[in-house]
């Protein structure tokens, strides 16, 4: 079958480091993609990796193992406007179609406090 | 400027009625999708559509259809709304579905209220 799992929530204090994690079981693999989504906004793009290793962007990085099937995003220097939801994403055929749809995990509820 | 924008942002009806969402991107993109996000934030693809194909995912009712009268607009019409229908729905579009690095731009949402 085809899943991803991220954990429900994470806490943090302001200017701390997070990692969100993400495994993924997917019948073939096309990278693993990262959107963060605040309450009430739309999800914004924010990450990808096709390959092992660390990517880095600003103050979030996106790591990715492709043996272990395993991934994770990265914040650092957590700041209050942080707070939001972050998905990490796979391509996977859907039953009919002949190119693979975007597929995003349940989501993870990062919190940052002061 | 709105890359990917959608109306209405809220709709609210009644069990039974038939409404539409309508989106439209000017980024030039070749692929639209809409995607279902329910109270849990899960977000769900339900179509995604090019000049070429149309692929629905098959766990969406038959109610649900989308219309695109060309490239840059794809409508979600819906038929006899259910209180389950209640979400929040993203349109969204690609520049090349299935690229390597498929970046999707995703619309506002439209929250979905039915009572």
């Known amino acids: 079958g085809q899943s991803l799992e991220q954990p429900s929530e994470v806490t943090a204090v302001e200017g701390a480091i997070v990692q969100i994690n993400c495994t993924y079981q997917?019948?073939?693999?096309?990278?693993l993609s990262w959107y963060q989504q605040h309450d009430g906004g739309a999800p914004t793009f924010l990450s990808y990796n096709a390959l092992d290793g660390l990517e880095e962007t600003g103050r979030f990085s996106s790591f990715l193992s492709r043996s272990d099937s395993y991934g994770y995003l990265l914040l650092q220097e957590l700041q209050m406007k942080d707070s939001a939801s972050y998905f990490c994403?796979?391509?996977?055929?859907?039953?009919?179609?002949?190119?693979?749809?975007?597929?995003f995990g349940s989501g993870t509820q990062l919190t940052v406090l002061p | 400027d709105t890359a990917v924008s959608q109306t209405p942002k809220y709709l609210v009806t009644q069990m039974g009625n038939d409404k539409s969402i309508k989106c439209e991107q000017n980024l030039g993109h070749d692929t639209m999708y809409w995607y279902k996000q329910d109270s849990k934030k899960f977000l769900k693809i339900m179509f995604s559509?090019?000049?070429?194909?149309?692929?629905i995912n098959e766990t969406v009712p038959n109610r649900f259809s989308p219309k695109s009268p060309d490239k840059a607009h794809l409508n979600l019409h819906i038929n006899s709304l259910e209180l389950g229908d209640s979400a929040v729905y993203f349109c969204?579009?690609?520049?090349?579905?299935?690229?390597?690095?498929?970046?999707?731009?995703f619309g506002s949402g439209t929250q979905l209220s039915v009572l």
């Open positions: 994403a796979v391509r996977v055929f859907l039953s009919s179609g002949s190119a693979r749809q975007l597929t």
């Open positions: 969204a579009s690609t520049l090349r579905q299935g690229a390597a690095k498929e970046k999707l731009f």
């Open positions: 559509y090019n000049n070429k194909e149309l692929i």
């Open positions: 997917t019948s073939g693999f096309y990278g």
